[in-house]
């Protein structure tokens, strides 16, 4: 009996040994034995903000714009230069009076561009207060020996036919002097400071579900000369102000296919001109800006050729505008424009007092 005892005794303490080794094999040795441990999992994520562009506030996922400088091209607008290349996709436009009543344009480049841009024409006697706040490359085919000297004294990349090479080219399907035309690719090349573009204008908060107020405008109508008169009539299915020469004929694109030219703001800057092509940006005057179907009536000042234009509410706060592309219209001081505004809100109905019947109880 006590054989057995002992026995018993001695598996038993042979079992706790193995276990215990056991054990000892699983939870502890050197670090080869040790069961390695699944790295601890994050659940922070990080989001990487997607650029702005500078001249239109408009996300820009490639970034692009913020690696190469503005490229401005002065854009004829005569009836034999339509439809041009470029105005539809063009990040700002300025639209100034020249000889004889006529605009032209300055197309202002960065986030995007097609490939060719034209017709290209000559420069004026205000061009350099236009183009100076810019920066970038400035592309224009001559003009009179003071403008030309004006624009080169900008301390801009200047491109005209004198030094443009391949980056000009002539349109065998149109007829001189309204066949020349700017490669954009070309124009990038030749460099051109800042990069990015110092932004020209401010903008909304449109994530923070900010609009643009003001008073309701249907359509404007700006009296330039006869036959350059523009019309602008807010979409709002594109959201942006659908452009026509004179009161009904879409202005068009040369892009494939033709696309009418809009634009998401319009300012119309009132400024004093000496002569045709002899507009002056520095100094203070009287600003009308166009977003979102609406109208806010403002100021803009300019103090000096290289300070970029501000606009301003009665009140003296910044205009912002609605991220997208903008145009500016240079109107001399005593044209006109005209507003079309949509039609009051029909009265609410009249109120009726409702009516009470009495029934008298039988036998009453």
């Known amino acids: 009996m006590k054989e057995v005892r002992a026995r018993g005794a001695r598996n038993a303490l042979a079992l706790l040994i193995v276990g215990g080794i056991a054990v000892a094999a699983c939870s502890g040795g050197d670090d080869s034995n040790t069961a390695k441990k699944a790295p601890p999992t994050s659940s922070t994520t990080t989001t990487i903000p997607i650029p702005t562009a500078p001249f239109t506030g408009l996300p820009d996922p490639t970034g692009v714009s913020l690696t190469r400088s503005s490229v401005a091209v002065k854009i004829e607008n005569t009836p034999e230069a339509r439809p041009q290349s470029g105005l539809d996709v063009a ?115 449109t994530e ?71 507009g002056n940006l520095i100094g203070t005057g009287e600003a009308w800006v166009f977003s979102n179907g609406q109208l806010v009536r403002g100021t803009w000042a300019k103090p000096f050729i290289g300070s970029i234009t501000e606009y301003k509410d009665a009140a003296g706060a910044p205009i912002l505008l609605t991220p997208g592309r903008t145009w500016v219209e240079l109107v001399p001081i005593g044209k006109t424009v005209d507003l079309v505004v949509p039609p009051p809100p029909p009265p609410p109905p009249p109120t009726v007092a409702p009516t009470t019947t009495t029934t008298k109880k039988r036998g009453s």
């Open 208 to 278: 923070k579900d900010q609009a643009f107020t003001g008073e309701a405008v249907t359509s404007f109508h700006a009296n330039y000369e006869l036959g350059y008169d523009v019309s602008y009539v807010w979409d709002a299915t594109v959201g942006g102000w659908m452009r026509f020469q004179r009161t009904n004929e879409p202005f068009l694109s040369a892009a494939i296919p033709a696309v009418q030219v809009n634009a998401t703001n319009v300012i119309v800057q009132f400024v004093p001109y000496a002569g045709f092509g002899e």
């Open 91 to 205: 990040d700002v436009v300025y639209e100034e009076v020249v000889d004889g009543g006529i605009t032209r344009f300055w197309a202002v480049f960065n986030s995007n561009a097609p490939e060719n841009i034209g017709p290209v024409r000559s420069v004026r006697a205000m061009d350099p207060q236009i183009v100076t706040p810019l920066g970038g490359v400035v592309a224009y085919s001559g003009g009179t020996e003071p403008n030309v000297a004006a624009i080169r004294a900008t301390g801009l990349v200047w491109v005209d036919e004198n030094n443009a090479g391949d980056a000009f080219f002539r349109e065998p399907t149109r007829n001189a002097p309204h066949n020349l035309y700017a490669r954009s690719a070309l124009l990038w090349q030749r460099g051109g400071q800042p990069v990015p573009p110092v932004p020209l204008f401010g903008y909304i908060d």
